[in-house]
């Protein structure tokens, strides 16, 4: 999997000056390219200690400048794609825990 963008909103931080209207992003890759990941984050301004290191779902958060960077560097994924790709690992994921 290559690195990739998923647009959102809807979210409300105000210590971030983030509202509901605030268009976000997730830049993600699957487990297994992490490093390449954290180089695609780097290109549009992340920190390192910025990532999000969930183990159902590695990514950063990019909204602004990283976010309008982002934008022209990597495939941006519909709402549908990116549930189809995360659902299904999570659900196994789920599962595997619990036998």
Avoid: C
Avoid at 20 to 27: I, N, R
Avoid at 29 to 53: P, T, Y
Avoid at 68 to 86: C, S, Y
């Amino acid at each position: 999997m290559t690195v990739k963008l998923h647009l959102h909103s809807g979210f409300r931080v105000p210590r971030l000056g983030i509202t509901p209207d605030t268009e976000l992003g997730h830049l993600y890759s699957d487990k297994d390219n992490l490093q390449e990941l954290h180089a695609a984050a780097a290109k549009v301004g992340m920190k390192r200690k910025w990532f999000q290191d969930q183990s159902d779902f590695p990514h950063y958060d990019l909204w602004k400048d990283p976010l309008r960077k982002a934008k022209g560097l990597f495939p941006i994924v519909t709402h549908n794609q990116f549930m189809d790709e995360f659902l299904p690992q999570i659900h196994v994921d789920e599962l595997s825990e619990t036998r």
